[in-house]
Structures are given as C-alpha cells and as structure tokens.
C-alpha cells in the first residue's frame, strides 16, 4: 500500500466522531429475523470504540427485514404498504436490541428516524443538526434510520448508504464505515471467477471497470452500487470511508487494514450545499442563455430573470430545480426563489425593470449563489 493510503487508514483510526452503517444483510439471520450474535457482535465494537471516548453515530438498516417474521411475510414485500408496515414493526424491534445490548455497557441509544426533507429543508437540516450534537454531547448513541413508514416515494431515501453518507456531512463526522456482508469491494462479484478484492479506492478512475451489477443479498436493497456512490458522495466532501463487513468493523475502525478504503477527493463544502447535489430531486429546469451559464458557471454568480430564456415544471419557491443551457445540459442545481407559474413573466428583463414596475420584492435574485451547487465544472 501507498504511504498516502496508510495515512488515511491513520486517519480512520484517529476519527473522532464516526458514522457506521450496517445493512440488513449484516444484522438478519438466514431464516429471518435479528440475528442476536452478529447485532451482538457488531455492538461490541461499536461500545469499545464509545468507551474509548469516540463518538459514534449508528445509521442501522433492518427494520423491513426484522418485521417480515413477526408479520408472517416470507420474503421482502414489493408494495410500499407492506414494506412500511414491516418497518413499523421491525424499527422497534431493533431499537428493543440496541437499547438492551448498549445498555450492557452502561450507554444509552437515540432513535433518530429521517427523511429527505429532513436533509433537504434549511429548518429541518439545522434543526437535525441540533439533535445530533446533544445526543452526542450527552453521550448517547444515536441509532439513524430512514422513516419507512412515513416516507413514500416523493420523500425517500430509499437506501441508508446514501442516507449514511449525508448523516456523515451532516454531523461533521471524522470517517464513515460501511458495513455489508461483503468483505470488501471486489473487481466483480465476489463469486466471479477472477474477481479482486481492491485495497484503496482514491477516485473515480480506480472504478473504471467495477463491476457491481450483480445483485446482492435478498434482504438487502441497494448492493454495492449504492455503496459506491455513498463513498462517493462522502469522499467527495473530504470524509474518509471504509467498506468492509460486519466482523470487520473493530478493525476498521481501529484504522487495520481491511475492507476498502475509498480516501477523500474533495474538502469539506458548506453542509446544505451537498444535499443540493446529492439528496435532491430537481422539481423543474430552467433553461439559460449562453451568457448566464458563463455566469453561473464560471463567475459563481447569481441566476437573474435576464438570463433564463424558458421555465419547464412545476415547482414553488425554495424547492431545487435544475439550470440547464441552451443544449440541454444541466450544468448547476438551486434553490430557486419564485414559484414556476410567476417566472414566465419576469424571463428576459432586467431586475431594474421589473423594480420599477412590479416592486422591491422583485429585487430578488431567481437563484442566490449561496443556494446553488454548479455541476459543471
Ligand atoms: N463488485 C462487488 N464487490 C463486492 N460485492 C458485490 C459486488 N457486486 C455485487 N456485490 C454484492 O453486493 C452485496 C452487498 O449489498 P447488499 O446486499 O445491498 O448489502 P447491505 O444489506 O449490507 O446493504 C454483496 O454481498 C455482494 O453480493
Ligand atoms: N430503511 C430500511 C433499509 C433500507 C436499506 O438501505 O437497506 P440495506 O441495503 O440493507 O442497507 C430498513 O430499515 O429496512
């Protein structure tokens, strides 16, 4: 190994506040239902690392999986109904684990169910944020998982390595560690001939050729590409991860070398602009003329009615929409500041123009440039 990839393993191991996520796959037993020795096994880890005066955030799938037994449901239902009726139960079931077995140790746990908006909206994220350091400040584990059984698909997730990643920038974590019941990441599916089981991951080139189509675990929901792109998404905003197995995760986090390490590409962002890029689906596009993308783009200016030539969808004021150019192309994501039915009238003319006509309120520019990403460059 590189002596640039051991010092991020060093920094892994020194993490002070870190983020864990396990899936379904690591917590359930074949024949359904919590597994006790492997939760068990995984608390273990997670209580040394605690009393070892790190902070531990715990983002646990298994909720759907832990709920089919006790519902009758043989396999994974398809229907959100079902599914959120699973979690319902399951959720508490797992709580009922996690509270018994940190409660051993002497640590209390902190349920914290989330949903996209929760991530999204200004209000919701710091007040998330807000949450987290008093649960940690307080010295309780706070045990993350997607609201199932609220969410519907407008307001999903729909898988908690994406949601682990953002729980990672949104409470500042130090490392992110990815538990699954795979190893590492490999070249391929582990069970292909040939597949390789790969060290560090320092960027998107060393993924070229990965393959990762091939699904996984029958509790499970994302495999291994969602996996990737919550390292990517965590990486990308300077934190370290480590992709790794449950009976791995002391190790991990004691900075050993096992799993992959996936080692930061970006530095640490504003914290509401990385859910702009990565949480949030656009309600509408705007369509821009050359000089405003040159604007947006290269000068990181704000979007003026001047500049935009077309509004496609439907959207309200203070929902992301997607700004694209002349081509098509999106080329940056905002908060945009008008709902969509008052924008065609402004399209083209000056904010002077519309002041004198309409009113200071229309002073306003269409996307501030604090509450815009630029995908584009
Ligand atoms: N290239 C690959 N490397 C490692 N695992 C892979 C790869 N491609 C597919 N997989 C599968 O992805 C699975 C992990 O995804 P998943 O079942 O969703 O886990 P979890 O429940 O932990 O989120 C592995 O068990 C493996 O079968
Ligand atoms: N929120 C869902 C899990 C969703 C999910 O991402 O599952 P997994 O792929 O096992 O991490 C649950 O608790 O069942």
């Known amino acids: ?154 307001i999903r997730f729909g898988d908690n390595d994406r949601l682990a990643a953002l729980v990672a920038h949104l409470v500042h974590a130090d490392a992110l560690v990815l538990l699954s019941d795979v190893d590492a990441l490999w070249t391929a599916h582990p069970a292909s001939p040939g597949a390789q089981r790969i060290e560090v991951v320092g960027g998107p080139v060393d993924l070229a050729g990965v393959d990762v189509t091939r699904r996984g675990s029958a509790v499970g929901t994302g495999g291994m590409q969602t996996k990737i792109e919550a390292a990517g998404i965590a990486t990308s905003a300077g934190i370290p991860v480590v992709l790794t197995d449950a009976p791995h995760a002391a190790a991990a986090l004691a900075g050993e070398r096992v799993g992959t390490l996936f080692t930061p590409t970006g530095k640490r962002r504003p914290t509401r602009l990385l859910w702009l890029r990565h949480a949030s689906d656009a309600k509408g596009r705007l369509v821009l003329d050359a000089g405003a993308v040159r604007a947006v783009v290269q000068r990181k200016a704000s979007l003026l009615p001047a500049g935009i030539t077309e509004v496609e969808g439907h959207f309200a004021s203070g929902e992301p929409v997607d700004l694209v150019g002349p081509d098509g192309v999106v080329v940056a994501r905002g908060l945009v500041a008008y709902d969509s039915d008052e924008l065609p009238a402004l399209l083209g003319r000056t904010t002077r123009d519309l002041v004198e006509e309409l009113g200071a309120s229309y002073e306003r520019t269409v996307v501030h440039r604090d509450a815009l990403v630029v995908l584009a460059d």
């Open 1 to 154: 190994m590189d002596t640039a990839a051991e010092g991020d393993r060093a920094v892994v191991a020194t993490a002070h506040r870190v983020v864990v996520k396990v899936g379904s796959s690591s917590l359930t037993s074949a024949a359904g239902g919590i597994d006790p020795d492997r939760i068990g096994a995984l608390v273990d880890a997670l209580v040394a690392a605690r009393l070892a005066g790190r902070e531990v955030v715990l983002v646990s799938s298994g909720a759907i999986a832990a709920g089919l037994a006790p519902l009758g449901m043989r396999s994974r239902p398809h229907d959100l109904a079902n599914q959120q009726a699973a979690a319902s139960v399951g959720q508490s079931l797992l709580m009922e684990h996690y509270g018994r077995l940190f409660a051993r140790a002497g640590l209390g746990v902190g349920q914290v169910l989330l949903t996209v908006d929760d991530v999204t909206r200004r209000g919701n994220y710091r007040n998330a944020f807000r949450t987290f350091g008093r649960l940690l400040e307080l010295g309780v584990v706070p045990v993350v998982n997607e609201n199932d059984t609220v969410a519907t698909h407008e």
